[in-house]
């Protein structure tokens, strides 16, 4: 009792004051606000359950990289799409953006990095969403950085042999002398809109990165 129901809101106010009062409910009563679009079986921006939302990616954006990309993942659908509900009911989010940069070291190898190594590191702040305070990094983002981690170095999704560096010489001496190089390579994500499905889009980016950087994969 004394909840503000859906309904209540008026179809034919102007489309920006609508938007506004959707989003204020959404706030406020976020599982109410969901159940309303779950019982026609649409999502708040117009699609259907079961599709995905539109996922863009652009590579080499930063030339002091080795590699690097921008994805965006959502708030990019055609709202007249929607059958189900009308296009002036519709909520978009703004999208979940996260930008990856790869910086590429040469150093020797290690009996625990004998192929080298990838490490990800990932920044979830404020900048991103009210949710991220600043400081030491949130438990979602460490968790995230883990994730990502062991997805690069410990699945076959990308050859660490790429990483090895094949000397020309034929001398065994020469090859000796210098050690087994290889290198390591430092991505760094950052998230800059924080709209939901945040691992699929860090984990684009950072492939989409790499793949820029012309890394190999198996």
Same mark, same amino acid.
Request: proline share 5%; net charge neutral; glycine share 10%.
């Given at each position: 009792?004394?909840?503000?129901?859906?309904? $209540?809101?008026?179809?034919?106010?102007?489309?920006?004051?609508? %938007?506004?009062?959707?989003?204020?409910?959404?706030?406020?009563?976020?599982?109410?606000? !969901?159940?309303?679009?779950?019982?026609?079986?649409?999502?708040?921006?117009?699609?259907? $359950?079961?599709? @995905?939302?539109?996922?863009?990616?652009?590579?080499?954006?930063?030339?002091?990289?080795?590699?690097?990309?921008?994805?965006?993942?959502?708030?990019?659908?055609?709202?007249?799409?929607?059958?189900?509900?009308?296009?002036?009911?519709?909520?978009?989010?703004?999208?979940? @953006?996260?930008? @990856?940069?790869?910086?590429?070291? $040469?150093?020797?190898?290690?009996?625990?990095?004998?192929?080298?190594?990838?490490?990800?590191?990932?920044? %979830?702040?404020?900048?991103?969403?009210?949710?991220?305070?600043?400081?030491?990094?949130?438990?979602?983002?460490?968790?995230?950085?883990?994730? %990502?981690?062991?997805?690069?170095?410990?699945?076959?999704?990308?050859?660490?042999?790429?990483?090895?560096?094949?000397?020309?010489?034929?001398?065994?001496?020469?090859?000796?002398?210098?050690?087994?190089?290889?290198?390591?390579? !430092?991505?760094?994500? !950052?998230?800059?809109? !924080?709209?939901?499905?945040?691992?699929?889009?860090?984990?684009?980016?950072?492939?989409?990165?790499?793949?820029?950087?012309?890394?190999?994969?198996?």
């Amino acid at each position: 009792k004394g909840k503000p129901f859906f309904c $209540l809101f008026s179809f034919h106010q102007k489309e920006s004051n609508f %938007l506004l009062q959707m989003e204020t409910f959404r706030k406020i009563y976020p599982s109410e606000f !969901y159940k309303k679009f779950l019982v026609h079986g649409v999502r708040p921006d117009g699609r259907s $359950l079961n599709r @995905c939302r539109t996922t863009s990616v652009n590579w080499g954006l930063f030339g002091g990289s080795n590699g690097s990309s921008f994805v965006k993942i959502g708030s990019s659908i055609p709202l007249e799409e929607s059958s189900k509900i009308e296009p002036s009911s519709q909520w978009t989010g703004e999208g979940t @953006c996260v930008t @990856c940069a790869v910086v590429a070291e $040469l150093g020797l190898a290690t009996p625990n990095t004998p192929n080298g190594q990838i490490v990800v590191n990932v920044e %979830l702040g404020p900048i991103c969403s009210t949710k991220f305070k600043g400081g030491p990094p949130s438990e979602e983002a460490q968790s995230l950085g883990q994730f %990502l981690n062991g997805i690069v170095n410990q699945s076959s999704l990308v050859s660490l042999d790429g990483l090895k560096v094949i000397w020309n010489s034929k001398s065994s001496e020469e090859k000796e002398s210098v050690g087994p190089f290889v290198w390591y390579l !430092y991505a760094d994500l !950052y998230c800059l809109n !924080y709209d939901g499905s945040v691992v699929d889009a860090s984990l684009i980016s950072l492939i989409a990165a790499l793949e820029n950087g012309f890394f190999f994969y198996s």
